[in-house]
């Protein structure tokens, strides 16, 4: 039983910590409108502004390109969406299974720190969508 109890908690920390982990890298790195000096512009409009002036497009290459962009990046959106769904499933299955392990006091300690942990991410969200 209590290795049980060792490996439920391992588990848990390693999902957490590999989602927080994937959750930074890939809002500072892949989604984050703050990368690479796109501050006030979308990857798109970088990368539209960048290739038209680098490549010198003529218009009708530039009118491709913004539909290539375009579709691209609806396509990203999706995948993205559909992995904070994944993410939310995945962490509801360990929220499920952890606290059938824990005892009523854990329990209760537990809640009060899944709390804590959601108020700092929605405070982490909150922050990185007033610079995008």
Same mark, same amino acid.
């Given at each position: 039983?209590?290795?049980?109890?060792?490996?439920?908690?391992?588990?848990?920390?390693?999902?957490?910590?590999?989602?927080?982990?994937?959750?930074?890298?890939?809002?500072?790195?892949?989604?984050?409108?703050?990368?690479?000096?796109?501050?006030?512009?979308?990857?798109?409009?970088?990368?539209?502004?960048?290739?038209?002036?680098?490549?010198? !497009?003529?218009?009708? %290459?530039?009118?491709?390109? $913004?539909? *290539?962009?375009? =579709?691209?990046?609806?396509?990203?959106? +999706?995948? /993205?969406?559909?992995?904070?769904?994944?993410?939310?499933?995945?962490?509801?299955?360990?929220?499920?299974?952890?606290?059938?392990? !824990?005892?009523?006091? %854990?329990?209760?300690?537990? $809640?009060? *720190?899944?709390? =804590?942990?959601?108020?700092?991410?929605? +405070?982490? /969200?909150?922050?990185?969508?007033?610079?995008?």
């Amino acid at each position: 039983m209590i290795r049980s109890k060792k490996l439920a908690f391992v588990s848990f920390l390693a999902v957490f910590l590999l989602g927080m982990v994937l959750g930074v890298v890939l809002e500072r790195f892949v989604f984050s409108a703050d990368y690479h000096g796109r501050r006030r512009h979308g990857p798109s409009e970088y990368l539209f502004n960048k290739f038209s002036k680098e490549l010198a !497009l003529d218009e009708e %290459q530039k009118n491709q390109l $913004e539909k *290539l962009l375009k =579709e691209i990046g609806d396509k990203h959106r +999706r995948i /993205r969406d559909a992995n904070k769904q994944q993410y939310a499933k995945i962490r509801s299955e360990f929220d499920a299974s952890f606290r059938q392990v !824990l005892t009523h006091d %854990q329990l209760e300690k537990y $809640e009060r *720190l899944v709390q =804590e942990f959601e108020a700092a991410r929605k +405070r982490y /969200r909150q922050k990185h969508e007033r610079h995008k």
